[in-house]
């Protein structure tokens, strides 16, 4: 039995939503499809979310630039004024690199996005100038001044930049005039690196060349192999350390911090990426771990992270293919029909938490661990059990005492975990059929929504006791509303 204690009339701190500040998409050209804009407009509704980011705004299958005709934006304010219409902005990635402008041939993933640096600096700044004058014309100064813009992705990964970190640096360079040639307050930064890499060495270049730099942004994961589509992660996930995405990201607040010296001011810390794993064919995306570990990812950074924008928010994603199988290990918090995995219900019971946290007293050296809110005259207990995979772990009894409480109106529970909100269960179930015909993606949707069930607690004086079991890799949320 683990035991866990709180005060309802303790002291509270803030607890910033951080988490819902950007979300990860499906390169651009996904968004002018109708259900991924179904499903973007259900994540914000439900999730919170504000911005969104995508690869490959400036490829070829957006339109955006030949040779023959110059620059078309066409497809980029189309996608832009949905967003809006939602109520959401754009993290602009500014890549790929346009064909006719690029200086080679390299490609990267299905949309065959180019890799290689301008073939002219002067063209491409010209170009972006363009790009960002058109977004000013027609959203307006005051709107686009709220948006970021990240130079490139992953450069230090020679699958997504031909070149190396000086050229990267280069591109930077043109890439922040151009934008700032249009006005100086744009924010623009990077280096948009995997693995927490070049954080340092863009901070000097840039204090050293008076590059402007108004955030740092990378991406992690807790084993981060390059396009690790076929690759075994599970074994990489189980050799992970347990809690190692916090310690990758104070070292990057801690590299990041040194920019208030460096260049005069403080900067945001901003992971555009991350997930348990790179591989979008990774079947722990799609199970109750992924909930657990997002759940404890997220508690563990408050404070440290910026903005924390997981990759991503569908599963309609070409990076490889368009998969044919409902539940195939993609990134998304939604499968490809727009069904809500666990990971969607971890989510949006963290979107649900209160922005002020109680303290709680919890035991050491245990999987499971606890966060509480106070918002208003509503407690939440969000409660998770979490390990890598094939480390040890197992289902927990869990004792929670509240004190300090008058009038008790009502308490419930809300679980994600083997046996609820687990749609790839139910589909095997199912006889793991590869399309799913409406009436069973309907069914899908209806019989693993999260359920909030009335949950029998005891009360010794002014203590309220709740007993539980909290499953392996489960998540739990223990709400009560005082009368």
């Not at 903005?307 to 490889?320: A, I, K, P, V």
């Not at 290990?329 to 490809?336: D, I, S, T």
């Not at 990971?343 to 966060?371: C, Q």
């Not at 589909?427 to 059929?433: C, E, I, K, N, S």
């Amino acid at each position: 039995m683990l035991y866990f204690d709180l005060d309802s009339k303790g002291k509270t701190q803030p607890f910033p939503h951080y988490w819902e500040g950007c979300i990860g998409s499906g390169h651009a050209a996904m968004g002018l499809r109708a259900d991924w804009r179904e499903q973007l407009t259900r994540c914000k509704k439900e999730l919170g979310f504000e911005y969104v980011r995508f690869h490959g705004l400036l490829c070829n299958d957006m339109s955006v630039y030949t040779k023959h005709e110059g620059s078309s934006f066409v497809n980029v304010n189309n996608l832009f004024d949905f967003l809006l219409s939602i109520g959401m902005k754009p993290l602009v990635e500014i890549g790929f690199m346009p064909n006719d402008l690029g200086s080679g041939t390299e490609e990267v993933f299905h949309y065959r996005g180019n890799i290689t640096p301008p073939k002219d600096y002067n063209q491409w700044k010209v170009f972006i100038t363009e790009l960002v004058q058109n977004l000013i014309n027609r959203y307006g100064l005051k709107e686009v001044q709220k948006w970021y813009f990240e130079v490139w992705n992953e450069p230090n990964l020679e699958c997504f930049w031909s070149s190396d970190m000086q050229e990267y640096f280069k591109l930077y360079k043109y890439t922040v005039e151009a934008v700032k040639s249009v006005d100086e307050n744009l924010q623009v930064g990077g280096p948009s690196t995997a693995r927490n890499e070049w954080i340092p060495e863009l901070i000097d270049y840039c204090a050293e060349n008076n590059v402007a730099l108004d955030f740092i942004s990378t991406h992690h994961y807790p084993t981060d192999v390059a396009l690790a589509h076929f690759v075994d992660v599970e074994d990489r996930m189980a050799k992970a350390p347990r809690g190692n995405m916090q310690e990758m990201a104070q070292k990057a607040r801690e590299e990041t911090d040194v920019a208030t010296d460096k260049i005069g001011k403080p900067l945001p810390l901003f992971y555009t990426e991350w997930n348990n794993s790179p591989s979008c064919r990774d079947k722990y995306h799609d199970k109750p771990f992924c909930a657990s570990f997002l759940t404890k990812s997220i508690i563990d950074n408050t404070g440290i992270v910026d903005m924390y924008s997981f990759w991503t928010f569908s599963d309609l994603f070409e990076e490889m293919p368009q998969s044919s199988v409902p539940f195939h290990g993609g990134f998304g918090l939604l499968n490809y029909n727009g069904i809500p995995k666990p990971s969607y219900w971890a989510f949006k019971l963290l979107h649900e938490m209160g922005t002020d946290r109680l303290d709680i007293v919890s035991p050491e050296n245990t999987n499971v661990e606890a966060l509480a809110t106070l918002d208003g005259n509503v407690i939440k207990v969000l409660l998770y059990n979490h390990n890598m995979p094939l480390q040890p772990i197992e289902d927990e009894e869990v004792t929670l005492t509240i004190h300090n409480l008058n009038a008790i109106k009502s308490a419930t529970l809300q679980c994600v975990d083997d046996h609820h909100s687990n749609p790839r269960k139910v589909w095997q179930d199912m006889g793991a059929p590869k399309y799913l015909k409406p009436h069973l993606v309907e069914k899908l949707k209806r019989d693993t929504k999260v359920i909030e069930e009335d949950l029998t607690y005891d009360i010794a004086g002014d203590n309220l006791v709740v007993k539980t079991t909290i499953l392996a890799h489960g998540v739990s949320c223990v709400t009560i509303e005082l009368g």
